[in-house]
């Protein structure tokens, strides 16, 4: 597959894995390796952050193409982000971030004004950030000004399985966008991923359809295909879709006689 | 307005009329729907549901495993005091239990800590009676930075505050209250609080309110059940939480379901609960509310506690004591409420892993 470049670094695997949920560190870390994927986000609030060699779930993802996504997870303003940041940069050794600023408890929507805010902080600090936004066209043209690394629209609430109900703006983010967009949250399915990758997405994080499935090792071998395919079938071209037959009457032929 | 004027426009004896007529029709509508009103809430915990349960308990673990994953967040409860100025009839800490009253000193606390450190928590629940000489906002104040060095997340159960003083205890590292309304009769519940401060009904009502104005991250609600019919009580409960989910929007809320247990000179439930019946309050809470946090304590036996934890509980502690300096400094004193559960943590995490699921001990940082 064609690599995907971010803040300089590449990833041969377009497919973003996350932590949570899983039933043991064992299964996360086999589900991880057959994902293929290399960028792993961890939230901060699970990890003991000043013993993190220690910790049971960083110790479990200790592999040389793996790297870690510290996430802010539990913040609610701006100001709780860029301190959760730097305690990250400092314990995960990473100035990556995955930016999430959900005031809301309940569905776990990230809040425009204070994530907006966030990054640009964040990126006079000299970190990579990569927020978790709404899927809004125009909230991603500010924080590309802002100059983060790429954009993390959602699919559909976090944890939802729902798929892709943002599309129509998922697709104006992706034609206009000048950084990689990485469709995150409400993923159910590896159709949904194909899907995301199919309409030009340049990848996709997924986590509760993985981590809750009925064999979660077996799904994240299915993501990694639905990814690929998705992808492949973006390159290739995909032909239009005729909504209608071609008409048997033709209404303009008078034009040729 | 506070969630009193919504409690005003209800009527204790027209709800529980309402849910007892409930009809298996009205529970097939419950079930079918993808976002449950309290209307809905009725019908799962009416007597009509009982022969749905088995749907019920499938549709709960789902949710509960889509929302939570396959975790279960561990917690110990601290006992600081057991010195209390009201009288409960139900409580063994009620200020005419003749008992010997204790109230950790600065020290104790830190054996106290240490020894709960040992064991492997980073989330605990503060608990104590309601004495405002020696365990009030004062003594919070100097012992919530003790806690805070020591674990990730730090609770408290003790006496409703008022706002300023929540507001005062938040930033030394307060992340959440459990405030039990104990039943929302109120005649009940005057009868069963005769003597001090909890006597106010009103007061207590309105505590979840002064604690969402706060800005408190996470609030816990229950009744505890044995004193009213319970089908009643939770149906407020969820009317409760409810509103506060819609006013307090950025806070989180917990249940848990207490089930009245014997202590020294105790009284007896006036209602009682199967093990049937509370399987079907929490699948109804969980259908209710998919994001709503379910609290299981050592009250309940270990081989019930074992097969719950599948069916929509997200928290539960182990090994408690409900005794204060019951880890380390004085293992003897009288305790709050017999446990029933009496295996040590590490015992019940080891149970949780064998179901397939996560003990999860850390799932906070206070980033401020």
């Not at chain 1, 990054?119 to 100059?147: M, N, S, T």
């Not at chain 2, 000489?133 to 997340?153: E, I, N």
């Not at chain 2, 309050?281 to 599948?310: H, P």
């Given at each position: 597959?064609?690599?995907?470049?971010?803040?300089?670094?590449?990833?041969?695997?377009?497919?973003?894995?996350?932590?949570?949920?899983?039933?043991?560190?064992?299964?996360?870390?086999?589900?991880?390796?057959?994902?293929?994927?290399?960028?792993?986000?961890?939230?901060?609030?699970?990890?003991?952050?000043?013993?993190?060699?220690?910790?049971?779930m960083?110790?479990?993802?200790?592999?040389?193409?793996i790297?870690?996504?510290?996430?802010?997870?539990?913040?609610?303003?701006?100001?709780?982000?860029?301190?959760?940041?730097?305690?990250?940069?400092?314990?995960?050794?990473?100035?990556?971030?995955?930016?999430?600023?959900?005031?809301?408890?309940?569905?776990?929507?990230?809040?425009?004004?204070?994530?907006?805010?966030?990054?640009?902080?964040?990126?006079?600090?000299?970190?990579?950030?990569?927020?978790?936004?709404?899927?809004?066209?125009?909230?991603?043209?500010?924080?590309?000004?802002?100059?983060?690394?790429?954009?993390?629209?959602?699919?559909?609430?976090?944890?939802?399985?729902?798929?892709?109900?943002?599309?129509?703006?998922?697709?104006?983010?992706i034609?206009?966008?000048?950084?990689?967009?990485?469709?995150?949250?409400?993923?159910?399915?590896?159709?949904?991923?194909a899907?995301?990758?199919?309409?030009?997405?340049?990848?996709?994080?997924?986590?509760?359809?993985?981590?809750?499935?009925?064999?979660?090792?077996?799904?994240?071998?299915?993501?990694?295909?639905?990814?690929?395919?998705?992808?492949?079938?973006?390159?290739?071209?995909?032909?239009g879709?005729?909504?209608?037959?071609?008409?048997?009457s033709?209404?303009?032929?008078?034009?040729?006689? | 307005?506070?969630?009193?004027?919504?409690?005003?426009?209800?009527?204790?004896?027209?709800?529980?009329?309402?849910?007892?007529?409930?009809?298996?029709?009205?529970?097939?509508?419950?079930?079918?729907?993808?976002?449950?009103?309290?209307?809905?809430?009725?019908?799962?915990?009416?007597?009509?549901?009982?022969?749905?349960?088995?749907?019920m308990?499938?549709?709960?673990?789902?949710?509960?495993?889509?929302?939570?994953?396959?975790?279960?967040?561990?917690?110990?409860?601290?006992?600081?005091?057991?010195?209390?100025?009201?009288?409960?009839?139900?409580?063994?800490?009620?200020?005419?239990?003749?008992?010997?009253?204790?109230?950790?000193?600065?020290?104790?606390?830190?054996?106290?800590?240490?020894?709960?450190?040992?064991?492997?928590?980073?989330?605990?629940?503060?608990?104590?009676?309601?004495?405002?000489?020696?365990?009030?906002?004062?003594?919070?104040?100097?012992?919530?930075?003790?806690?805070?060095?020591?674990?990730?997340?730090?609770?408290?159960?003790?006496?409703?505050?008022d706002?300023?003083?929540?507001?005062?205890?938040?930033?030394?590292?307060?992340?959440?209250?459990?405030?039990?309304?104990?039943?929302?009769?109120?005649?009940?519940?005057?009868?069963?609080?005769?003597?001090?401060?909890?006597?106010?009904?009103?007061?207590?009502?309105?505590?979840?309110?002064?604690?969402?104005?706060?800005?408190?991250?996470?609030?816990?609600?229950?009744?505890?059940?044995?004193?009213?019919?319970?089908?009643?009580?939770?149906?407020f409960?969820?009317?409760?939480?409810?509103?506060?989910?819609?006013?307090?929007?950025?806070?989180?809320?917990?249940?848990?379901?207490?089930?009245?247990?014997?202590?020294?000179?105790?009284?007896?439930?006036?209602?009682?609960m199967?093990?049937?019946?509370?399987?079907?309050?929490?699948?109804?809470?969980?259908?209710?509310?998919?994001?709503?946090?379910?609290?299981?304590?050592?009250?309940?036996?270990?081989?019930?506690?074992?097969?719950?934890?599948?069916l929509?509980?997200?928290?539960?502690?182990?090994?408690?004591?409900?005794?204060?300096?019951?880890?380390?400094?004085?293992?003897?004193?009288?305790?709050?409420?017999?446990?029933?559960?009496?295996?040590?943590?590490?015992?019940?995490?080891g149970?949780?892993?064998?179901?397939?699921?996560?003990?999860?001990?850390?799932?906070?940082?206070?980033?401020?």
């Amino acid at each position: 597959m064609d690599p995907l470049i971010i803040a300089g670094r590449t990833f041969e695997s377009r497919l973003f894995t996350g932590t949570g949920k899983f039933g043991s560190s064992k299964t996360m870390e086999e589900a991880i390796l057959a994902s293929g994927s290399e960028l792993v986000t961890v939230a901060l609030k699970r990890v003991d952050i000043s013993n993190t060699q220690q910790d049971g779930m960083i110790s479990m993802l200790q592999h040389p193409h793996i790297h870690l996504l510290p996430n802010t997870s539990g913040v609610r303003t701006a100001k709780e982000a860029v301190y959760a940041a730097q305690l990250a940069r400092e314990a995960l050794e990473t100035n990556w971030l995955k930016l999430e600023i959900h005031p809301d408890p309940r569905y776990l929507l990230p809040d425009p004004v204070e994530t907006l805010e966030a990054a640009k902080e964040l990126v006079k600090l000299g970190f990579v950030v990569l927020p978790y936004i709404h899927a809004d066209p125009v909230l991603c043209k500010r924080l590309e000004e802002a100059g983060v690394a790429a954009v993390m629209p959602l699919g559909a609430p976090i944890g939802s399985n729902k798929g892709l109900r943002t599309l129509d703006f998922l697709e104006i983010i992706i034609s206009q966008s000048t950084v990689p967009v990485i469709v995150d949250a409400g993923i159910g399915a590896p159709s949904h991923a194909a899907q995301a990758m199919e309409i030009g997405a340049d990848a996709v994080l997924v986590n509760t359809a993985i981590a809750v499935a009925g064999q979660p090792v077996r799904m994240a071998a299915a993501f990694k295909q639905a990814v690929m395919a998705g992808r492949e079938a973006y390159l290739a071209g995909l032909g239009g879709i005729s909504v209608h037959a071609n008409a048997s009457s033709p209404l303009v032929a008078f034009l040729d006689e | 307005m506070s969630f009193e004027d919504i409690f005003r426009q209800h009527r204790w004896d027209d709800i529980k009329s309402a849910i007892y007529a409930k009809t298996p029709a009205d529970v097939e509508q419950a079930l079918s729907r993808s976002r449950r009103t309290p209307d809905d809430f009725m019908a799962l915990v009416s007597p009509a549901a009982a022969p749905y349960l088995e749907q019920m308990a499938h549709l709960s673990r789902q949710l509960t495993q889509q929302r939570f994953g396959r975790t279960m967040q561990l917690y110990a409860p601290i006992y600081l005091s057991n010195e209390c100025q009201n009288i409960c009839t139900y409580c063994g800490f009620s200020y005419d239990n003749p008992l010997r009253r204790k109230t950790l000193s600065g020290t104790e606390i830190l054996r106290e800590i240490e020894a709960v450190r040992t064991l492997g928590y980073e989330h605990v629940l503060l608990v104590t009676g309601e004495a405002h000489q020696t365990v009030g906002v004062d003594y919070f104040s100097k012992t919530l930075p003790l806690f805070r060095q020591h674990f990730a997340q730090v609770s408290m159960e003790v006496q409703p505050m008022d706002r300023d003083e929540y507001e005062q205890l938040i930033p030394l590292g307060l992340h959440s209250v459990l405030v039990y309304q104990e039943t929302y009769h109120e005649e009940d519940y005057r009868k069963h609080h005769p003597k001090g401060k909890k006597s106010r009904f009103g007061y207590r009502l309105e505590t979840p309110d002064r604690l969402g104005q706060a800005g408190i991250h996470k609030i816990g609600l229950g009744v505890l059940i044995g004193l009213e019919d319970w089908r009643t009580d939770s149906f407020f409960t969820a009317l409760h939480l409810d509103y506060l989910q819609k006013t307090y929007w950025q806070t989180r809320y917990s249940i848990s379901f207490p089930r009245l247990r014997p202590f020294s000179g105790g009284l007896a439930p006036k209602v009682d609960m199967s093990d049937r019946e509370l399987v079907q309050l929490i699948c109804a809470y969980r259908l209710f509310s998919e994001e709503v946090e379910l609290s299981l304590s050592t009250r309940e036996s270990g081989q019930f506690r074992d097969r719950l934890v599948q069916l929509g509980i997200t928290t539960m502690s182990a090994g408690s004591k409900t005794n204060p300096g019951g880890y380390a400094v004085d293992p003897q004193s009288l305790e709050q409420f017999e446990i029933s559960d009496e295996r040590s943590a590490g015992e019940v995490a080891g149970m949780i892993r064998q179901q397939g699921y996560e003990p999860v001990w850390k799932d906070w940082s206070a980033f401020q």
